[in-house]
């Protein structure tokens, strides 16, 4: 069982940066891959990145590659989302997720994860 914690969440100007957290708790942290999706109001959760065991495997969607950044810190039981260069349609409640059985070819597809945190708020204003 693993629970998820993100915070760093806010408010934030169009071209400004966010660094996004996610905690977690129980042991083997470093056996979970990671992830990080969003929700916009009135739309479906979408995937915006994720880490695999290897923090050298990361995948992004294509709305976010070159602009954010995500990373692990197995000592510390954390994942990290850097977000820069933000823009209004990024707004939107940011949540992280944990997977034991993660396989790069399906990592996309929230079905895959196993937790989820409750989600952060991210409002970028323009």
């Known amino acids: 069982q693993v629970q998820l914690v993100e915070s760093g969440g806010g408010l934030v100007q169009a071209g400004g940066s966010l660094r996004l957290s996610c905690a977690a708790s129980?042991?083997?942290?470093?056996?979970?891959?990671m992830g990080w999706f969003r929700q916009a109001p009135g739309k479906e959760r979408e995937f915006v990145a994720r880490i695999l065991w290897s923090a050298s495997n990361t995948d992004y969607a294509d709305s976010v590659k070159g602009r954010f950044t995500i990373s692990r810190d197995n000592a510390k039981n954390t994942v990290y989302l850097q977000m820069n260069s933000l823009k209004p349609e990024d707004t939107a409640v940011y949540y992280c997720?944990?997977?034991?059985?993660?396989?790069?070819?399906?990592?996309?597809?929230?079905?895959?994860?196993?937790?989820w945190g409750q989600g952060t708020q991210v409002t970028v204003s323009s």
């Open positions: 129980g042991r083997a942290f470093s056996s979970y891959a």
């Open positions: 997720a944990a997977s034991l059985r993660l396989v790069p070819s399906t990592s996309r597809y929230e079905t895959r994860y196993d937790y």
